[in-house]
């Protein structure tokens, strides 16, 4: 996927300005392992999606301009948010990986990466309240909550073959779209929008945040798998059936020839040659075609809302977005 495109290159510099000056690492831990964690987690960012939402909600409102470095900072706050919740997942997924390189806890290890997530967690607390951030903060808690239940909650699902698609949905809706929904919520709040227009900024973020998520449980049907830096369906072997598995699933047929994959699943590790049965099961069973869909119907909704807004260039960016999301 394409680097952000929703800041302007100026709102980009001063979210990174901001992430650096609260993620930044005492001088007494610098040399430590925890310390060169905390120097690569603000000093390789990604994509900046979810402070590109934040400033970009924050465009809808009447105090943007005035509220521009505000918003930067609780854009930074959110991503931090972000990279302190990467730093745990890769610990409870024994992740050595991610995208391709080395995860934080497979180069530093878990003690390291322990201490540096919790470190900003907080950093983010601190300069809440140092900022006198009380709505934001109160929003994020919530949010960090909710991510936390929604991983509780897949992590009770693993390798159980009746995991209906109500309790994915679920899950993903905490895991990964609650933070898209708070970022969409805090900058248009924070820009002074109304509360009807925050309600339907928030349901923006919720629908993207979805599509993210089952974008990103199609990589591993697609020949981009491996571009991503992904392992080739690690999510079905760790017993975390996504979509596509689970909309194969209500077939009768399909559930009859995956449940043996699945039982062998949990006792030990398959074989490529199972793996790759299962993955022709799930695409004969429009397992696949039917998840695209589903990103096509929330695509849809996100198109919806949109064209209810006055055209602006953060309309147009958001649009953008939505097609790059819906090309697979």
């Known amino acids: 996927m394409k680097q952000n495109f ?4 100026e709102e ?3 979210v990174q300005k901001w992430i650096r000056r609260i993620g930044a690492c005492p001088e007494s831990m610098k040399d430590t392992p925890t310390g060169k964690v905390l120097k690569d987690t603000v000093g ?5 999606i979810r402070p590109g939402l934040l400033l970009a909600c924050g465009s809808f409102g009447p105090d943007y301009q005035i509220q521009k470095d505000r918003l930067c900072m609780l854009g930074a706050l959110v991503e931090l948010t972000h990279l302190s919740s990467l730093i745990h997942d890769d610990i409870i997924d024994d992740a050595p ?12 290890g878990k003690d390291a990466a322990v201490y540096a997530g919790d470190f900003l967690i907080a950093r983010i607390n601190f300069w809440e309240a140092r900022q006198h951030c009380n709505d934001a903060a109160q929003i994020l808690a919530s949010t960090v909550e909710d991510m936390c239940v929604g991983e509780i909650g897949q992590a009770m699902c693993r390798y159980h073959p009746t995991v209906t698609c109500k309790q994915y949905y679920d899950n993903i809706r905490g895991k990964t779209a609650s933070l898209f929904r ?9 820009a002074g929008c109304d509360e009807e227009l925050i309600r339907v900024l928030e349901r923006f973020g919720e629908h993207l945040g979805i599509m993210f998520q089952l974008r990103d449980d199609l990589i591993d049907f697609s020949s981009n798998g491996c571009e991503d830096g992904k392992k080739t ?33 949990q006792k030990r590790v398959l074989a490529e040659e199972e793996i790759r ?13 039917d998840t695209g869909k589903e990103i096509l119907h929330r695509a849809d909704l996100c198109y919806d809302i949109l064209n209810a807004l006055p055209s602006s260039d953060s309309v147009t960016a958001l649009k953008e977005l939505l097609a790059m999301l819906t090309a697979l």
């Open 12 to 14: 980009k510099l001063q």
């Open 6 to 9: 929703i800041m302007t290159e």
């Open 44 to 48: 390789s960012l990604g994509k900046m």
């Open 97 to 108: 990986l991610r995208r391709g390189m080395s995860s934080i806890q497979g180069k530093y």
């Open 233 to 265: 369906h690690k999510d079905f072997q760790d017993g975390i059936y996504t979509l596509p598995v689970l909309m194969a699933m209500r077939i009768p047929e399909a559930r009859k020839e995956l449940l043996p994959i699945m039982e062998e699943n």
């Open 182 to 190: 708070a970022a969409c919520k805090i900058g248009a709040m924070t």
């Open 277 to 289: 049965q299962m993955e022709e099961i799930v695409i004969r069973y429009q397992g696949v075609v």
